[in-house]
């Protein structure tokens, strides 16, 4: 299989397209520049439609299509990363029958990993309402039945108040929703492992450990997401193997929002 296109130009110098309904992909982002440091990226926010988390199945799904295809028409994209535990559990399957030569890498909440580290068998897991809904996340769910306890929170508005910047909200609903979940601690009964089910919530994850303590661990998706994604792209032949990285912003929305989430989010600067 030939990894040129018809101009001559290797493929692998194309970019890796990255989305999310706005910036929480950005830790996912995060991940993905530091195991694939020669790479190039095109992340793209949908703020003009987010969150996807309080929106249904059907609207997440056909925006997941249309981000997609804008990638690949516009940016000639070699993989697609779904940095949103909700469209991933929306729209995976249909971005994959659609651009079957395409590698495409979703995120789920990390429930398999939860289990192997948690030591009082208690889970807890934070998601969006979509999420936690979906058929997808419901069969993880089962097939892990009777390994653990899982105390499941759709927190409704956390997304929405981390893409506004909103201290107050933020804080309040990390109050609210940790208080549903239960008991955190490492004691016989208590919480000891937390699974950060969206990817917008590892950004707040010092406000939530303030209010679970130091011995409770969180886990989220973006460092398997990112080795899945190098594991691909060797598969394919597409790994770009040298030269700098480089990334380009987009947004459907006012990018001014977006570029201000990257200057405070981004390990590396754009």
């Avoid at 530091?34 to 996807?52: C, G, I, M, S």
């Avoid at 039945?145 to 899982?150: H, I, L, S, V, W």
Wanted: charged share 20%.
């Amino acid at each position: 299989m030939s990894l040129a296109h018809v101009d001559g130009s290797s493929r692998a110098d194309d970019p890796v397209g990255v989305f999310d309904s706005g910036v929480g992909g950005l830790s996912v982002l995060n991940a993905l520049r530091e195991t694939l440091p020669h790479e190039r990226f095109v992340y793209f926010a949908d703020t003009a439609h987010a969150p996807y988390g309080e929106r249904g199945d059907a609207f997440v799904a056909e925006r997941s299509a249309a981000v997609a295809r804008e990638l690949i028409d516009a940016h000639r994209i070699k993989a697609l990363v779904v940095a949103c535990n909700t469209a991933t559990a929306a729209a995976i399957h249909r971005l994959r029958a659609d651009h079957p030569a395409l590698p495409v890498v979703g995120v789920e909440p990390a429930l398999k990993p939860a289990v192997a580290l948690s030591r009082t068998g208690r889970i807890a897991v934070l998601a969006t309402r979509v999420t936690v809904g979906s058929r997808k996340f419901q069969a993880l769910l089962a097939s892990l039945a009777g390994q653990a306890a899982f105390s499941i929170v759709a927190c409704d508005g956390l997304a929405g108040a981390i893409e506004g910047a909103d201290e107050a909200r933020i804080a309040a609903l990390c109050e609210r929703h940790l208080a549903t979940a239960g008991r955190f601690g490492d004691g016989d009964g208590e919480i000891d492992t937390l699974v950060l089910g969206c990817t917008h919530y590892p950004f707040v994850a010092d406000e939530l450990r303030r209010r679970t303590g130091p011995t409770v661990r969180f886990i989220d998706t973006g460092a398997p997401v990112a080795q899945q994604t190098r594991r691909l792209l060797g598969q394919a032949g597409t790994l770009r193997a040298d030269g700098a990285g480089e990334l380009r912003l987009l947004s459907s929305g006012a990018p001014e929002a977006l570029d201000a989430a990257a200057a405070r989010w981004l390990t590396v600067p754009a």
